[in-house]
C-alpha cells in the first residue's frame, strides 16, 4: 500500500464524532457529510480512520450507474463488511433504499459503535431522487438512536454542500467536513524541498497526494517530470483525465471551455471564440457549470470603482498545468516522445509559473497577519488585482477593505517569480501603475513578492518584502 499522507486536523474531528457516538446518549448516532476535489484523498482518509479505530464497519462505494446497480453493490459491501448481521444481505439484494437501510440498522450492533460508509454520495442522489427523504427519514427514526458513525463522501462539491441546505431533507443533520488538496506547506515537508521548490511543486502537483507521493523526497522540478513524462500511466499524467471523464462524462462544450481556459484564454469573448464560436447563451450555461464545480471562478478588477470586465480562471494549479502542458500532447507522450514535451514545458515554464503563481501568493497574503501588511489592525482585507480593459495597466495585488467593489485601498503590490531578483526598474512601475488604481493614493503602502529576493534599494524602499520563507509559513 502506498504511503499515507495522515489528514491530522480531519482525523481529529472524525475522532471527536466517534467518541460522541461512543459515549452514549439517548441518540448517539452521528452523520458527517465530506467534500473535497477528486483523487484528494478523501476515501484514504476514512479508511485509515476505519482502520485504526478497530470498529464493526461497512463500506460502501457508489459507481454512478442505476439505483439497480447500486443496490446490488450496496449488498456486496455489505456481506463483506464487518457488521454483526451481514449475513442479512445474503441473498437477492434489496429492492429499494428504503429495505436497504432498514436492512442496514438491523445488521448493526446493538451494544458499542459502528462506522458506516456512503462513498460517492451525489452518484446515489442522482440516480435517485428520493434517497435524501429515505435516508432522512431512517437517520431520525433508527440511525440516530443507534451508535453509528454514518459518513457520506463525494467528490461533486456542489452537490455535497447542498445535500446539508435549509430545503434539502437531511439539513442540519450532519457535520460538514471539507478535505483540501495538501498546502505548499505540506508539499514541502513531504517532498524535503525549499520554500521556492515548495510552490513549484505544488503549482505542477495542485497538492494532489497521489503525485506528491511519485514524486521522489528531495527531487527537482524536472527530475521529477522527465521521469513522470516517460511513464504514460504515471499519475502525473492520468489523474487530470479520470477526473475530468468523471466530471463530464456527456458534456463535452463545457469541458472544451475549460481547455481553452487552460490554454490562456481568459475573457467571456475570447474564450466563446476559440470554444467554437459559441453564442453568448450556450457559453453562460457552461461557465455557470464549471463555476458551480468549483473548477473556475471569475473574477474581476478590485478597486474603488465598479468594472464588468470579468475574467476567468481555472482554481486548480495541477488542473491548469495539466490542461496547458500535458493534456494536448497525451499521443506524444504514448508514443515516447515526453522528451519533447518536456522540451516545451521548459520553454514556457518561467513565463507559465509567472502567472499561476498570483492567485497562490494572494491567498497567502490572505493569510498573514494584517500586522505584518499595510493594513489596519482591527480592519478586514481582501486580495485581488487590477487591470484596465487594454491591458496596459496589470497590478498583481491589490489590498482592500472588501471586495468586489472596495471602500478603501490599503495597498498594492507585484510579483515577481524569477530566478532574479527584483529591482529598482520593477518598483518604479509598481509606483506608475499604483497611480491609475482607482481608490490607491501616494500614500497607499507597497507590497513587493519576490521568488529570488530584491535589490538593496528596494530592501531600503517602504515596501514590504515578501518571499517564499514568508509566503509559505503563512499556510502552517
Known amino acids: 500500500m502506498s504511503e499515507y499522507v495522515e489528514r491530522r486536523r480531519q482525523t481529529a474531528e472524525l475522532q471527536h464524532l466517534l467518541n460522541q457516538v461512543a459515549n452514549g446518549t439517548d441518540r448517539p448516532g452521528r452523520a458527517v457529510l465530506i467534500r473535497g476535489r477528486r483523487r484528494v484523498g478523501k476515501s484514504r482518509l476514512v479508511e485509515e480512520f476505519i482502520h485504526k479505530a478497530g470498529l464493526p464497519s461497512m463500506f460502501f462505494t457508489a459507481a454512478g450507474r442505476s439505483v439497480r446497480d447500486d443496490l446490488a453493490a450496496f449488498a456486496q459491501d455489505a456481506v463483506a463488511s464487518t457488521l454483526p448481521g451481514a449475513e442479512l444481505f445474503a441473498g437477492d439484494p434489496p429492492s429499494s433504499w428504503d429495505n436497504a437501510l432498514r436492512l442496514l440498522v438491523a445488521a448493526l ?64 443533520r450532519a457535520t460538514e ?139 486548480d494549479p495541477y488542473l491548469l498545468f495539466w490542461l496547458h502542458f500535458l493534456g494536448p500532447h497525451l499521443a506524444e507522450i504514448e508514443r515516447g516522445r515526453g522528451d519533447r514535451v518536456l522540451h516545451r514545458v521548459r520553454d514556457e515554464w518561467t513565463r507559465w509559473r509567472g502567472r499561476a503563481i498570483e492567485p497562490v501568493v494572494r491567498e497567502s497574503i490572505a493569510l498573514m497577519r494584517h500586522a505584518e501588511l499595510p493594513v489596519p489592525v482591527d480592519g478586514s482585507m481582501s486580495v485581488g488585482g487590477f487591470w484596465n480593459r487594454t491591458n496596459s495597466v496589470e497590478v498583481d495585488l491589490v489590498l482592500a477593505d472588501k471586495e468586489p467593489v472596495a471602500k478603501s485601498v490599503y495597498g498594492v503590490g507585484s510579483i515577481k517569480w524569477t530566478t532574479k531578483p527584483y529591482g529598482v526598474r520593477e518598483l518604479g512601475e509598481l509606483i506608475a501603475h499604483r497611480a491609475q488604481v482607482p481608490g490607491a493614493t501616494e500614500s497607499t503602502g507597497l507590497v513587493v513578492v519576490s521568488r529570488n529576493g530584491v535589490d538593496d534599494q528596494v530592501r531600503a524602499s517602504e515596501a514590504v518584502v515578501l518571499g517564499p520563507d514568508e509566503l509559505l509559513a503563512q499556510w502552517n
Request: a neutral charge.
Open 177 to 315: 467536513m471539507v478535505v483540501p488538496p495538501l498546502s505548499p506547506t505540506e508539499v514541502g515537508r513531504m517532498l524535503s524541498l525549499s520554500p521556492g521548490d515548495a510552490f513549484d511543486a505544488y503549482l505542477v502537483s495542485g497538492g494532489l497526494p497521489l503525485i506528491c507521493r511519485d514524486w521522489g523526497k528531495g527531487q527537482g522540478l524536472w527530475a521529477y517530470l522527465e521521469e513522470a513524462l516517460t511513464h504514460p500511466t504515471s499519475s502525473l499524467l492520468v489523474s487530470a483525465e479520470r477526473s475530468l471523464a468523471a466530471e463530464f462524462p456527456g458534456d463535452v462544450q463545457a469541458r472544451r471551455v475549460l481547455e481553452v481556459i487552460g490554454r490562456g484564454q481568459r475573457r467571456f469573448t475570447g474564450i466563446g471564440s476559440k470554444a467554437g464560436d459559441l453564442r453568448a447563451t450556450s457559453l453562460t450555461r457552461s461557465l455557470d457549470l464549471l463555476k458551480t464545480k468549483r473548477m473556475v471562478v471569475s473574477e474581476r478588477p478590485l478597486s474603488l470603482r465598479t468594472s464588468t470586465d470579468t475574467r476567468y480562471r481555472i482554481v
Open 109 to 172: 450492533p446493538t451494544e458499542g459503535p459502528a462506522i458506516v460508509v456512503l462513498d460517492e454520495l451525489p452518484y446515489v442522489t442522482a440516480a435517485d431522487d428520493g434517497f435524501e427523504g429515505v435516508l432522512q427519514r431512517h437517520f431520525d427514526r433508527e440511525l440516530s438512536r443507534r451508535p453509528v458513525l454514518l459518513i457520506g463522501i463525494g467528490s461533486d462539491l456542489a452537490m455535497m454542500e447542498a445535500l446539508n441546505d435549509y430545503d434539502r431533507p437531511f439539513h442540519q
